[in-house]
């Protein structure tokens, strides 16, 4: 699934929390993160977070994940509709 552009809610495991906690990004108490998602590939999810700096763009690996959670409604038609 397609999940490119979309708002979505990523399940962390506790070392991927410490990550993004290295990386200065504040995170909600809960394993969720709400996340406006740029682009996966191989290597993982690639989200756009607001630091105290700025906005950037930041690599989730998929170790680090343990679930993403889209509203179903959500999804985007990629391609050309009939």
């Known amino acids: 699934m397609r999940v490119s552009g979309q708002t979505?809610?990523?399940i962390l495991s506790d070392q991927g929390r410490r990550?993004?906690?290295l990386a200065a990004v504040t995170l909600p108490e809960s394993p969720a993160l709400l996340a406006n998602?740029?682009?996966t590939d191989d290597l993982g999810i690639w989200i756009n977070l607001t630091r105290?700096?700025?906005?950037h763009i930041f690599?989730?690996?998929?170790e680090y994940v343990l679930s993403v959670d889209l509203v179903a409604?959500?999804?985007k038609?990629?391609?050309l509709r009939p």
């Open 8 to 10: 979505v809610t990523i």
């Open 19 to 21: 990550v993004l906690q």
């Open 37 to 39: 998602v740029r682009d």
């Open 52 to 55: 105290e700096d700025g906005e």
């Open 59 to 62: 690599l989730i690996r998929w």
């Open 73 to 75: 409604g959500e999804t």
């Open 77 to 79: 038609t990629v391609g």
